[in-house]
């Protein structure tokens, strides 16, 4: 979710993890993955304009003074033949960056055919 969360609505007063990405519903009806596309439905090979990004990621301390993300940040992709994710840790227009998506519909067959 993006947006500004002030600490009024939590009780803790800090956080040992911090989640950056795209996220889907997938109730896997008649057992098949859901038709859901991630982002704008593009992979995150494509350019920025094309796919969805979130740039000059940053963390505040409690006095909401900004210090750059972590160094190391841990990729996780569940279906990485229908979403994917690029980390990218310096960019002069970007920041640190990430850039994730993925199609919707029959994405394992997608993702085979467009490799071609």
């Known amino acids: 979710m993006i947006g500004f969360w002030p600490k009024s609505n939590y009780r803790a007063r ?3 993890i911090i ?3 795209g996220e889907i519903l997938n109730k896997r ?4 993955h859901t038709s859901t596309q991630m982002g704008n439905g593009h992979f995150s090979s494509e350019p920025i304009g094309r796919v969805a990004y979130i740039r000059n990621m940053a963390l505040y301390d409690l006095d ?3 210090y750059n993300a972590p160094d190391a940040i841990n990729m996780k992709v569940t ?3 229908c979403y994917d994710l690029k980390y990218y ?3 002069d227009e970007y920041g640190q960056h ?3 998506g993925g199609p919707d519909g029959n994405c394992f067959t997608l993702r085979t055919t467009n490799a071609r």
Do not use: Y
């Open 79 to 81: 279906q990485p033949d």
């Open 98 to 100: 990430i850039t994730f």
């Open 14 to 16: 800090s956080a040992n």
């Open 19 to 21: 989640d950056w990405g």
């Open 64 to 66: 909401l003074d900004p």
């Open 29 to 32: 009806t008649m057992g098949r």
């Open 89 to 91: 840790p310096s960019d």
